[in-house]
Nanobody, 113 residues
């Protein structure tokens, strides 16, 4: 059974940085893409960034130039480097893997002074 585990969330001041990690385990034979989503209180879950198996990336307009998604050397690992964080980045961040639409349990990111 596929499992995703996020880590790296926390409390950071505006302008600060965090690095999120996602590790996938279980019966994974092929990865089409991995992605980060986030959900703020009273808002819908939204796509933050996505990376395909070939390394192509795309980002939400709100994070372009500030966030960087990457794949790790270890199979089925993914990172999200978040710089110049803003209070509006506060949310629970989720790791997603396709095919199969698997989700992690999320990690809280809070940007506040």
């Amino acid at each position: 059974q596929v499992q995703l585990a996020e880590s790296g969330g926390g409390l950071v001041q505006p302008g600060g940085s965090l690095r999120l990690s996602c590790a996938a385990s279980g019966g994974i034979f092929r990865v089409a893409y991995m992605a980060w989503y986030r959900q703020a209180p009273a808002k819908q879950r939204e796509l933050v960034a996505k990376i395909t198996s070939s390394g192509n990336t795309n980002y939400a307009d709100s994070v372009k130039g500030r966030f960087t998604i990457s794949r790790g050397n270890a199979k089925n690992t993914m990172y999200l480097q978040m710089d110049s964080l803003k209070p509006e980045d506060t949310a629970v961040y989720y790791c997603n893997l396709s095919p199969g639409d698997f989700w992690g349990q999320g990690t809280q990111v809070t940007v506040s002074s």
